[in-house]
């Protein structure tokens, strides 16, 4: 299957498939007040940052088709903040794969039950967002990109599921994304 785009998105080729992976926010300290991990909220001020970061996307052109996230709050709450900066009518699923361990081929194989969402963001955690974005440049098992709160990539692919390694078109920081707006 190829995936058509016809958003613009600067950078990607105009037939592609465009993965964008984002940590999530800045969110509340572990801890007594957060004694389940899971359920650890974005911060206020993490919350704003996020704003500023999905004003970035917006000017850089970023359309998406689909956001999916993982279950954990932080993730959840990171995921509805982009959906409503980039447009309110994207739908926004939950995988499992998203989770801290998560598989990647989990989540490849999630994601392509739905081959018309050509242009998907996911949000998730870190290392594992790191090890998914090697594996799917063709990095190697071992390989990683460490993402800061907030911090996206875009990997573009000519078909979906991937048959060969994707291509890094960008992976920015919270801070530049902040400062695109």
């Given at each position: 299957?190829?995936a ?24 509340g ?14 911060t ?5 940052k ?14 998406l ?12 709450e990171?995921?509805?903040i982009?959906a409503?900066g ?26 392509s ?34 993402f800061k ?10 078909e ?5 390694p ?12 902040r400062?695109?707006r």
């Amino acid at each position: 299957m190829t995936a058509k785009n016809d958003s613009g998105s600067q950078g990607a080729p105009a037939t592609t498939y465009e993965l964008y992976i984002m940590r999530h926010g800045i969110a509340g300290e572990r801890g007594p007040a957060y004694p389940d991990d899971t359920q650890r909220p974005l911060t206020p001020e993490g919350k704003k940052k996020l704003r500023e970061i999905v004003a970035g996307l917006a000017k850089l052109g970023v359309e998406l088709d689909w956001i999916v996230s993982s279950p954990l709050v932080r993730a959840r709450e990171t995921a509805e903040i982009v959906a409503e900066g980039l447009g309110a009518h994207t739908p926004v699923d939950l995988c499992d794969a998203l989770s801290p361990g998560g598989e990647p081929e989990a989540l490849v194989k999630f994601l392509s039950k739905h081959p018309n969402r050509a242009r998907v963001l996911v949000t998730g955690h870190e290392p594992d967002l790191g090890l998914l974005a090697a594996r799917l440049i063709g990095a190697g098992r071992h390989a990683h990109l460490t993402f800061k709160k907030g911090g996206c990539c875009l990997i573009t692919f000519e078909e979906f599921p991937p048959h060969s390694p994707g291509q890094l078109v960008w992976w920015l920081t919270p801070k530049v994304m902040r400062k695109l707006r």
